[in-house]
């Protein structure tokens, strides 16, 4: 490879890298999320499974899932049970903010969600707290999140900003989830790590990557071409 067609190379690379700057908030925009009670648009999306059986099944967590909407600065949330009941169910989504292992830091947040159903609307009430139980902010009041009891009375998705979360893009968090009714019955058996980012950060990464190959090539060359001219 000559001097001009590593220049060539680093410059396509920036450019790139500088168009996917641009294009990636309209990716991510058309991967969001809305919250409509349909729920064909977490397909795909990252979640994990729990254990079914460690609980009743009204009370029995099934699968937990969450998407990072960064042009809007919005986490979305989205989580199923077992089983289905009309009585109301409280959840709980606790974050670890400074990933220290401990949920109840003032800067840590818990997510209190209340899941109220009839046959053909949910009513689902969101408030966010600090790990030390003070109140931030009310989030939803009877909003039509989840599923009705004719749909299947087993799935709530709710969204909460990165503001009120008090979490910053690119620096990680812990995330688990608890599920109670008059007492508590049920918690996520894998807590997830988890750092809100977007395709961006892998773009920088490639680009590093290959104008650090490119250059690693350019040195290598040099050398073995000094190393032929002393012999």
Request: aromatic fraction near 10%; hydrophobic fraction near 40%; glycine fraction near 8%.
């Amino acid at each position: 490879m000559n001097a001009r067609m590593a220049r060539l190379l680093i410059v396509l690379t920036l450019t790139v890298l500088c168009l996917g700057y641009r294009v990636t908030p309209v990716k991510a925009q058309s991967a969001g999320i809305s919250l409509d009670g349909d729920f064909s648009d977490w397909t795909g999306k990252p979640c994990v499974g729990d254990a079914i059986g460690d609980s009743q099944p009204t009370l029995d967590i099934a699968s937990f899932c969450f998407f990072s909407d960064m042009n809007n600065q919005v986490v979305y949330f989205m989580f199923e049970r077992s089983g289905s009941s009309n009585a109301p169910t409280d959840w709980m989504i606790r974050i670890d903010v400074n990933d220290d292992g401990d949920y109840s830091d003032p800067e840590d947040r818990l997510i209190d969600i209340r899941y109220n159903l009839s046959a053909n609307k949910s009513l689902v009430d969101v408030a966010v707290y600090d790990g030390s139980g003070s109140y931030v902010t009310t989030i939803a009041s009877k909003a039509d999140w989840g599923e009705s009891s004719r749909d299947g009375g087993a799935r709530v998705e709710l969204g909460v900003s990165f503001g009120n979360l008090g979490i910053l893009p690119g620096v990680a968090v812990s995330v688990t989830m608890d599920m109670y009714s008059s007492s508590f019955a049920d918690i996520l058996d894998t807590p997830i790590q988890w750092t809100p980012a977007n395709a961006l950060g892998y773009l920088i990464l490639l680009t590093i990557l290959i104008v650090g190959s490119i250059w690693m090539a350019l040195r290598t060359r040099k050398v073995s071409g000094k190393r032929k001219a002393t012999l």
